[in-house]
């Protein structure tokens, strides 16, 4: 019995929209429009290409809506779309809106990271990795020879 109602809540389709109900605004976004979702304060501002909603709420209760897609978490007050992301340059996360969104250092690596296994999902890919580490190493190497 336990079993079969943890299977019936899995082949549940995966929400389409979160609902925005505040004083100002009411919308429904599709969440495979979301970019990023970023909390400010008690704020929580959901960009979309097109538009940015901002009302009360905590990223904590969105979250759950977002699972099983290619969201992924850098930092506690930040959520972005992997789908939606064009390339990650310097400390800048560019989206395919045009929109950029700037990251400190761990949470650009931790994004990179989870971008790269995203990409991995969709061949044909080129994997330039073992040349720019191999290049990086002779480097050192030589930097360490020189000081002897």
Known sequence: MHHREHHKKKDRPLPEYISVIS???????RIDDIEV????????????????????????????????????????KMIINLDHVRDI???????????????????LANTKKA???????????????????ADSIVAENSGIENEA
């Open 23 to 29: 004083a100002s605004n009411c919308a429904k976004i």
């Open 37 to 76: 979702i970023e909390q400010d304060g008690r704020k929580l501002h959901v960009v979309t290409s097109g538009k940015d909603y901002s009302f009360y709420g905590g990223l904590n209760t969105i979250a759950e809506s977002l699972a099983e897609r290619a969201f992924f978490r850098p930092i506690k």
């Open 89 to 107: 340059t310097g400390y800048y996360v560019n989206f395919n809106s045009g929109q950029s969104i700037a990251m400190g250092r761990n949470a």
């Open 115 to 133: 971008y790269k296994r995203y990409l991995l999902r969709y061949p044909p890919y080129t994997l330039w990795e073992p040349v720019a580490m």
